[in-house]
């Protein structure tokens, strides 16, 4: 349930945020938009692990000072992996969501917002239609990159309890006591199955993120 929730997290997240911050950025000009893309481009350039100790402060002044949320979304929860996990996937996403908006064309969305629909409104009913290929791509992408997870969950987790897959057959395999490698295979397979699943039944979906969400300009 740990690596469907962080999973599931990024799917949602991610895709929530990068959906709407990249028809902003595709459609609307405002003050430091260029800035604003260049920081995210900038923020995806930096590698996990120059983060990480960062991050740690950071999950563990949720934890001790944020009562609210700190048992949720502090260190060594699950919420504060997804957490993590989404901030660092979500420039890509923005990205890849403003370049599948840029090939979009303008002609019906002027046409609406002449009628007087309001903003939100075009953007859901009339963008949102036309690009789920590309909002597919991005939360298998992002499924299959939580699904997956080590270093993140294997940093800012203590204990089986919280541990997603991953990092649960890591510790299983380096314990002291004798391993069951039949176990160990079977938990491998496990971990195994929905990713080729995804990747069987949606191939054209991950090769939109190519054709599609590469193209967007500046």
Known sequence: ????GI???MVIGVGFVATLAGYALARMNFAGRKGFLGLTLALHAFRPEMLLIAIFFVLLFIKN?????GGWFGFNTVG???????????PLGIWLMKGFFDNLSWDMERAALIDGASR???????????IKPGIAALAIFNFISGWNAFLIPYTFTIG?????LPVYLNRFSEDTAMVGWNQVAALGLFS??????????????????????AKGGV
């Open 120 to 130: 939100f409104r075009v953007w859901w009913e009339i963008i949102i239609p036309q």
């Open 7 to 9: 999973a599931a997290g």
């Open 1 to 4: 349930m740990n690596t469907f």
């Open 192 to 213: 195994l199955l929905p990713v080729m699943t995804f990747f069987i039944f949606t191939q054209e979906a991950l090769l939109s993120i190519y054709s599609g969400g």
């Open 160 to 164: 089986a309890k919280v541990s997603n």
């Open 80 to 90: 504060g992996v997804a957490l993590v996990m989404i901030s660092l996937d979500l």
């Open 65 to 69: 000072n944020i009562p609210l949320i």
